[in-house]
């Protein structure tokens, strides 16, 4: 079974500019996380999704950042413009529903972003 | 809200020593709890789940007991290895799948 993809894998941009991510999740799997993981810190949820709704989003600045799953597969998340403070691991993970309550997430390699 | 407390790192053991890592929770409900693991370099990996009070998850020579009336999900394990050496992260999950993780603690196993 095919893991969770993200791409880019390392991202290095100037403050103000743009940057975007891609996640595509294990298939099937209808919740899908996007998390901010600041170095030696745990990983702080941005938002969730459950197929292409938003499920959880209190923590996603908005005002800069964007995500969007359309089609309930693939995820993109947005950072305009970007701060310095925005450096950190972005990291994408995915989990299946079922009448238990769920599996365990599944997480990506994540894309290291570099704010200079 | 919601959320894990984790004891604060870093730890730093020798090998074949006895290792644990403190981890209390608060939730309303009953959420099932996780610990992960990350590795130097890697991604999050699950180490082991628990989803009802008393529950045991093991893995890899590591075990946790989900304690309702204590409200902790502690991990052990009995003799460490340097491939041990990590991050490890407690998180919890809501019924509504929301995933809530703690700070971290670093392991490092010294030969």
């Known amino acids: 079974e095919a893991g969770v993809a993200q791409s880019p894998r390392y991202k290095i941009i100037e403050k103000r500019q743009s940057v975007a991510f891609w996640c595509n999740p294990i298939?099937?799997?209808?919740?899908l996380y996007w998390y901010q993981q600041i170095l030696g810190q745990g990983p702080k949820l941005l938002i969730q999704f459950q197929n292409n709704g938003v499920v959880d989003d209190s923590q996603l600045p908005k005002d800069r950042f964007s995500a969007e799953r359309l089609k309930g597969v693939d995820s993109t998340l947005k950072i305009q413009p970007a701060k310095l403070e925005d450096s950190a691991v972005y990291l994408c993970?995915?989990?299946?529903?079922?009448?238990?309550?769920?599996?365990?997430?599944?997480f990506g390699q994540g894309t290291r972003l570099t704010v200079v | 809200g919601d959320s894990v407390t984790q004891m604060e790192g870093p730890v730093t053991l020798s090998e074949e020593a006895f290792l644990t890592i403190n981890c209390t929770y608060t939730a309303t409900g009953y959420p099932s709890l996780f610990w992960y693991v990350q590795y130097p370099g890697e991604g999050l990996q699950l180490l082991l789940k628990a989803t009802k009070a008393d529950d045991k998850g093991s893995n890899k020579g590591f075990e946790a007991t989900y304690r309702k009336e204590t409200t902790s999900f502690h991990l052990e394990k009995g003799s460490v290895q340097v491939s041990d050496s990590a991050v490890y992260f407690c998180a919890l999950r809501r019924r509504d799948y929301k995933l809530s993780f703690g700070a971290g603690t670093t392991v490092t196993v010294r030969a």
């Open positions: 993970a995915s989990s299946s529903l079922n009448v238990r309550g769920g599996t365990e997430a599944f």
């Open positions: 298939s099937g799997h209808a919740t």
